[in-house]
């Protein structure tokens, strides 16, 4: 059989250039896969970018936007990689990567279904431990997609990729998401066994003392999937990007748990002692600084984040409490405890109920420092208002984002939707990550 990429896109025959005719698959040849790209948002994880892998390396800068078409997307840039990594991108690169607005509609692979208007709050009725009741339901989306080239590429090796038939991605990257590492602790002193991910910073080094933060989901998140809870939002990808890495070196530990953590009526399960029991593992195992350990969640990570400091009050250096509650007469540990906490007017539970949390720590001499910040506001305005507040210099920082500001459109602006998109916003103020990581006991 001849070799098509020997085959001759014209010849000469009698002085005149006869131009053969390439079937439409021959552009599909020229590529030997596609990968999915995704990326975790405040929301949840995308589908924001197609890596194509071509057989000899292409020209980025004779690349644009409308070579290649995806379905119901917006191609947003083209460009080449030396690998399917978009952080590689260099000037000529086997690798092209097709990026897509994370705006589409189909971007979204988590879609969570509206809660109903029942007052949600951090936690679900019922005994602690037990699956979570009247919880968010969530849909899974197969990250995939198909791309098409629709225009000829130029390649490397002086020949031409001509417009195609489409190919379909076969793998998938997730950007972040991949470097954690899967495992599950079976603690011999409560008997639970745990599932969790564990993101080892880069460059790794026995020698250096890392610090380590605990994010724990919310019940939404309840899985047996262990990746569940780094796909549903920024609670523990955020500390673990490249950008937050470059400036702050951690572990980020994120349990998976596969059933109710903690409750309304302030109960927790075996749980929180097995988690604690865990970081003690890590800490043996890596060169870990036990004074710079730090705990956050949201709604019931939030609720168990708490618990831990009442019944641990000297081990975290700080916590980060995004939409919990608990009951006030029992948070006196706190108020000698270096906290932020984030959470929505118009959370039906979580905002009266941290109203009546430090209230309680101001009886018990802590000073707290309050601010209402606009949901909407851009980074560089987020990280005013956190210089703002870090500048009083008290241990305690409570912020509720104005009502109004929270939920985005097209979702009921009810006390569901602020709470849950209380950490949408929450996880994404790089600043309060500073803050947290700079305390240490």
């Known amino acids: 059989m001849t070799d098509r990429r020997r085959f001759l896109f014209s010849f000469l025959a009698a002085g005149t250039a006869v131009v053969i005719g390439l079937p439409a698959a ?58 399917p990594d978009p952080a590689d991108r260099a000037a000529t690169g086997r690798f092209v990567i097709v990026e897509l607005s994370p705006d589409d509609a189909g971007a979204p692979l988590r879609k969570l279904l509206p809660p109903e208007d029942n007052g949600n709050g951090p936690g679900d009725p019922g005994a602690a431990g037990g699956p979570p009741p009247g919880g968010p339901k969530v849909l899974d989306i197969l990250a995939k997609a198909t791309v098409t080239q629709v225009s000829s590429v130029t390649l490397g090796d002086n020949t031409v990729a001509p417009a195609g038939a489409a190919i379909t991605t076969t793998a998938v990257s997730n950007l972040i998401v991949d470097d954690f590492r899967q495992a599950e602790f079976s603690d011999p002193k409560t008997g639970d066994k745990l599932k969790y991910n564990l993101f080892v910073p880069k460059d790794y080094d026995p020698a250096k003392t ?61 749980m929180l002692d097995t988690t604690i029991d865990l970081i003690d593992k890590l800490a043996t195992d890596y060169s870990i600084d036990r004074r710079r350990l730090y705990a956050t969640g949201q709604s019931g990570g939030c609720m168990m984040s708490i618990a831990m400091n009442i019944k641990y009050p000297d081990l975290f250096a700080a916590s980060f409490l995004v939409a919990g509650q608990w ?115």
């Open 26 to 83: 021959w552009a599909a040849d020229r590529i030997r896969g596609a990968t999915a790209i995704t990326k975790v948002f405040g929301d949840g994880i995308r589908l924001i970018g197609v890596a194509l892998e071509y057989e000899a390396a292409v020209d980025g800068g004779k690349l644009t936007a409308a070579n290649f078409r995806i379905d119901s997307r917006t191609v947003v840039s083209v460009f080449t990689c030396a690998s």
């Open 210 to 270: 890392y610090p380590l933060v605990l994010f724990m989901h919310d019940a939404g998140a309840t899985s047996i999937d262990p990746l569940t809870t780094l796909r549903q939002g920024l609670g523990a990808v955020g500390w673990a990007s490249p950008e937050d890495q470059a400036k702050h070196p951690c572990f980020v530990l994120a349990p998976q748990y596969a059933g109710m953590i903690a409750n309304d009526q302030s109960e927790t399960t075996s």
């Open 327 to 441: 009951d006030p007469a029992l948070v006196k540990p706190l108020a000698k405890a270096k906290l932020w906490i984030v959470v929505s007017e118009g959370d039906l539970k979580a905002y009266p109920g941290q109203n009546a949390i430090t209230a309680a720590l101001e009886q018990d001499g802590a000073k707290v420092t309050r601010a209402v910040w606009d949901g909407t506001s851009t980074p560089d305005a987020f990280a005013v208002a956190v210089a703002a507040m870090a500048a009083e210099g008290t241990a305690i920082n409570y912020v509720a984002l104005r009502k109004g500001t929270v939920v985005p459109a097209g979702q009921s602006d009810n006390g569901g939707s602020n709470h849950t998109n209380t950490w949408r916003i929450a996880y994404t103020i790089g600043g309060i990550r500073d803050w947290i990581l700079a305390q240490q006991r």
